[in-house]
């Protein structure tokens, strides 16, 4: 008997160990701690699964690799309070209402502007016999003459030295108080739209109505007409 060799080569030597099984590697290494990234030899591992990346957080930003957020949602721009002058942007507020606006009597234009303003005259004013124009004019105004005369023999003709288009209204009076017992009675004797003819009449306790007063008496007259 001899110890068998296992590392014996010679196999007619009586130590040699025939069909000797085959240990990892010719030359009979021995074994070796396997390793992940080796690519050949006995430290290899054979159909090594996939394996991702080391997960990270998410980032919202990120738009690739592990970090990116797929199939993210829209989400619309941060909410601002409405602002009723705002023409656009989220302040901005849609199919606004006219806002009324108080109604001025002279704007032009603009929404204050009233439209189909009735014409409104000028203010109203005492009316001036003398004026020749404006709202205190008085148009058709009638024709007033005034003047005196003397009575001769009991009359007077009295020219008017203008023409009324019609015969115009006389008023006669007596320039002096009268006397109790000489009470004058006038009479108006119109002959044209230029003359008239003042006849004049004395009455009194002791006279008859016949009787014409003295010649020299003066008399005032006023005539009105067109």
Not at 26 to 48: E, F, V
Not at 137 to 151: E, W
Not at 186 to 205: K, L, R
């Amino acid at each position: 008997m001899v110890q068998a060799n296992w590392d014996g080569d010679k196999p007619y030597e009586p130590s040699f160990i025939k069909n000797k099984p085959w240990l990892l590697s010719s030359g009979g290494a021995s074994q070796q701690a396997a390793d992940w990234k080796a690519t050949g030899g006995p430290t290899q591992i054979l159909n090594k699964p996939s394996i991702p990346l080391p997960q990270v957080s998410s980032d919202w930003a990120a738009t690739s690799g592990p970090s990116a957020i797929l199939n993210k949602p829209v989400i619309p721009t941060a909410q601002v309070p409405a602002n009723f002058l705002a023409t656009s942007g989220p302040a901005q507020i849609l199919n606004q209402p006219p806002v009324p606006v108080q109604a001025d009597w002279l704007a032009t234009s603009g929404l204050a502007a009233i439209r189909n303003k009735p014409t409104i005259p000028d203010t109203q004013a005492p009316v001036d016999w003398g004026a020749t124009s404006g709202y205190t004019r008085i148009i058709n105004k009638p024709t007033i003459l005034a003047g005196s005369a003397v009575l001769t023999e009991g009359k007077a003709p009295v020219t008017f030295g203008q023409q009324f288009k019609t015969l115009p209204a006389v008023t006669v009076t007596l320039n002096q108080a009268v006397d109790a017992a000489d009470v004058y009675s006038f009479n108006v004797t119109e002959t044209t739209t230029q003359q008239f003819v003042v006849s004049a009449h004395c009455s009194g306790p002791s006279t008859s109505n016949t009787v014409l007063p003295a010649s020299g008496e003066a008399f005032s007259w006023i005539a009105i007409g067109m």
